[in-house]
């Protein structure tokens, strides 16, 4: 059995993340195992269980908000990166916000599911206030949900982006991956998405307060595929 930790947590919380040695490794084409399902911490068995949707739709139910692990705190982060950087710990389901002196923020997400992780070094190119969802094509011709949604929809509280949104960008060009908000609070923490990083409307309000464009973004994800603008 894994020892108990100090806090709950999503699987094993590693603080200090060596960002060169993930990236280079996965440069060189080293193989990564599949992303793992997200666990959390029972304080009650003391034992680590899995935390797939339905349990999260009924934790969320019960509480009103998402386990504690998955809700913004401060926390210890040793990094060589500046503030106002943003790193993602994919496999973690954390999004740090380095905030310097040895901090970050640190934000619970929703991740890409299976087949749609990604890992790279992107940045901010734009961000926008209860923006306008317009599906990428792929999107629209694998999803017939998507479909009537094609020439956009206006931004609200049910848009798939929610409150806000950081669009990422390859320099000057529009990964079309996003990190916003989500009407679906419960599903933090989860593996879901097309390839954005979601988080709760609460939170990317937070992020959004503080981040400028331009901010760099480091996502870390084993198991994913490599963005080209690594």
């Not at 094509?137 to 409150?163: I, S, T, Y």
Request: charged letters at 20%; glycine letters at 12%; hydrophobic letters at 40%.
């Amino acid at each position: 059995m894994k020892p108990e930790p100090k806090f709950p947590c999503s699987r094993k919380l590693t603080v200090g993340l060596v960002l060169s040695g993930f990236l280079a490794a996965s440069v060189a084409g080293i193989g990564w195992a599949q992303v793992p399902k997200t666990q959390i911490y029972d304080t009650k068995t003391r034992q680590w269980v899995a935390y797939d949707s339905k349990k999260a739709r009924k934790y969320y139910a019960a509480n009103g908000q998402v386990p504690e692990a998955f809700r913004r705190q401060v926390v210890p982060f040793r990094t060589a990166e500046k503030p106002g950087t943003i790193i993602i710990d994919g496999n973690q389901h954390f999004l740090y916000l380095v905030k310097g002196g040895g901090q970050a923020v640190r934000y619970g997400i929703g991740v890409g599911r299976e087949g749609f992780g990604w890992a790279g070094i992107v940045r901010v190119g734009r961000v926008a206030e209860w923006p306008t969802w317009t599906p990428p094509a792929e999107m629209v011709a694998r999803d017939p949900n998507a479909v009537k949604f094609a020439g956009g929809m206006p931004g609200g509280p049910d848009n798939p982006l929610g409150a806000r949104a950081l669009y990422l960008y390859e320099g000057d060009q529009d990964t079309i991956y996003r990190i916003h908000g989500t009407p679906e609070p419960w599903s933090i923490g989860l593996n879901v998405s097309s390839g954005c990083i979601r988080m709760n409307n609460e939170d990317i309000v937070d992020l959004h307060s503080q981040i400028e464009v331009g901010a760099k973004v480091i996502v870390l994800m084993q198991g994913a595929s490599l963005y080209k603008g690594v």
